[in-house]
């Protein structure tokens, strides 16, 4: 359990320059991701939401946060 949300933050770190997260001996593979993950990889990946994203995942982290801020800040929406 987690498998999923620890790739997400590994390709997070990756794409910001920070780094891949990194765990003694536990891998986050991309594949452990799962359809809970969707809406922040697209937000990664595009720097857009889902047109009709699923509210049933968030995350509170401040680099997810600051990415918010900065999607809000150029106009973009959803879709």
């Avoid at 997400?8 to 001996?25: I, K």
């Avoid at 990889?41 to 680099?63: H, I, M, Q, Y």
């Avoid at 946060?65 to 999607?71: G, K, T």
Wanted: glycine share 14%; hydrophobic share 40%; proline share 5%.
């Amino acid at each position: 359990m987690g498998a999923g949300w620890g790739a997400l933050e590994r390709l997070r770190g990756e794409s910001s320059g920070e780094g891949a997260l990194e765990t003694a001996g536990i891998s986050f593979p991309e594949e452990s991701m799962c359809s809970a993950q969707d809406v922040w990889l697209s937000l990664l990946r595009t720097g857009k939401l889902p047109e009709t994203p699923d509210v049933s995942a968030w995350v509170a982290d401040k680099p997810w946060i600051d990415l918010l801020m900065i999607v809000g800040r150029l106009g973009y929406t959803a879709g």
